[in-house]
């Protein structure tokens, strides 16, 4: 059997902002982990010009490198039908968090582990905005794991300005700051690498 | 409000007519044809850069995509959703406020697949929609028409065993917006999905069978592709219509991307 077609995708548009954000949708961590981490960054077109309705999702291994995920990143309330929040406890590996007025995102993780032995970890990153017709992949390397980020495949064949792109920067300790640029512009701004799965 | 209103000052100096975004689309859709003469492959998807859209100017990468295909990819997993993620409520649109909502009352259903046509199962399918007069419950929807107190235009559920999905809700209107003067969007409801995996990740909209805004309106035309785009319409079925009640729709939907096969198992 042939496989069949797909159905096309189409723009987020400007109006998800009341269905899809929820509360906590950026606090993947278990509320008070010692070892979570901090990332930051914000969501630029190809004048430079930051993007305020662009939506993030995140989806990363836990620390143990495992990825099987659980539910509950965004539970509901039966008797409000309001949400309650994540339980403070389970890590979901999932987060959502929609661009401020400044085109600004913030998501605070725990450092994922690496998903077979010896792979460079990673948060994948899928990214929607009004504009964009179809959802575009990318993937944030933390600049730890020295070795493994030299050996992986992806890294490895990008040339190394478009490689820093999937780097992170670390700001301060437990903080990162990883920026996207949906397009590279005059300004001399390297556009992000963006990813197709085969 | 009784009058249309004047545009704000200094808002967008030269919007385009309808007749040049139409020329823009019809360029468009010619060019992927003679691609497709030539044996260019199908394109299932729009195209990012998609002129008579216009926001897509900036907002599309230049470069090609990095192409990835290792099976241990993180992307070849993706989240996972449950009953605690979901009300009973959540999926009729119609039963969420005090009072019921104006507009024609729908049942919209429907299958989502894998490539394979395999279900889709026990995933979170999400909507959200503008109310019957064309309006978001959304600060920053400014179309001078009505707020319904009755209907907020939010749903979601869980697939079934089957990968059915099923929600109860009111016909949203067209509605305009500026991508050009007169620009009006067809009715539609916006839709995102889950896979297995992250990779199949989707978010689309759907549209209603013989909508005459269908030519006009460039998100839809920028799936340049006949059966392509005809997969966003949806089907009236008057076997799902329930008397005195609702209108029946029947929508599936095929998620694209490599499929989790080898997590499949295990996750339910
Ligand atoms: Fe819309």
């Known amino acids: ?198 | 409000m009784s009058t249309p209103p004047s545009p704000p000052p200094g808002s967008s100096p030269a919007l385009a007519s309808q007749a040049e975004i139409d020329r823009e689309i019809a360029a468009q859709y010619q060019s992927y044809v003679d691609s497709r003469a030539a044996g260019a492959p199908a394109r299932q998807h729009p195209d990012r850069d998609y002129p008579p859209y216009r926001s897509s100017a900036l907002r599309h990468p230049k470069q090609p995509l990095v192409s990835v295909g290792d099976p241990e990819d993180v992307e070849l997993s993706g989240p996972v959703f449950g009953v605690t993620d979901v009300t009973a409520l959540d999926s009729d649109l119609t039963r969420q406020h005090t009072g019921e909502p104006l507009g024609e009352r729908l049942t919209v259903t429907g299958r989502v697949l894998d490539r394979d046509g395999r279900p889709v199962r026990g995933q979170l399918v999400e909507v959200w929609q503008a109310n019957a007069a064309g309006r978001y419950a959304h600060q920053r929807d400014d179309h001078p028409a009505p707020l319904d107190p009755n209907f907020t235009g939010v749903g979601r559920c869980l697939t079934d065993d089957e990968g059915r999905y099923r929600f109860t809700t009111i016909k949203p209107g067209p509605y305009p917006w500026r991508n050009h003067r007169n620009a009006w969007r067809p009715a539609h409801i916006h839709f995102s999905l889950f896979g297995t995996a992250f990779t199949q990740r989707l978010v689309t909209q759907m549209y209603f069978p013989g909508d005459p805004l269908f030519p006009y309106d460039p998100i839809l035309q920028s799936v340049t592709d006949d059966a392509a785009r005809q997969r966003l319409v949806a089907s009236y079925d008057h076997d799902l219509s329930v008397p005195e009640w609702s209108l029946g729709y029947r929508w599936d939907i095929v998620l694209d991307g490599p499929a989790a096969t080898w997590m499949e198992e295990g996750r339910l």
């Open chain 1, 1 to 198: 059997m042939s496989p069949l077609p797909p159905t096309p995708s189409q723009t987020v548009g400007p109006f998800y902002g009341y269905a899809l954000p929820f509360p906590t949708g950026g606090e993947i961590a278990p509320a008070g982990h010692p070892d979570t981490i901090t990332v930051r960054g914000v969501v630029l077109d190809g004048a430079g010009q930051p993007i305020p309705d662009a939506l993030l999702e995140i989806w990363q291994a836990g620390p143990d490198g495992d990825l099987t995920g659980r539910p509950g990143s965004m539970r509901r309330d039966p008797v409000t039908g309001g949400f309650l929040g994540r339980d403070g406890v389970d890590f979901t590996g999932f987060g959502r968090v929609a661009t401020d007025a400044d085109g600004g995102w913030v998501v605070r993780t725990l450092p994922p582990g690496p998903h077979r032995p010896g792979a460079a970890p990673y948060l994948s990153v899928c990214v929607f905005a009004r504009g964009l017709l179809h959802h575009l992949f990318t993937r944030i390397y933390l600049p730890e794991h020295a070795d493994a980020l030299a050996a992986d495949p992806v890294l490895g064949a990008l040339p190394p300005e478009r490689r820093a792109t999937l780097l992170a920067e670390r700001d301060h300790d437990r903080t990162y700051r990883f920026d996207i640029r949906l397009q590279g512009g005059d300004g001399g701004h390297e556009e992000t690498v963006f990813l197709a799965f085969a």
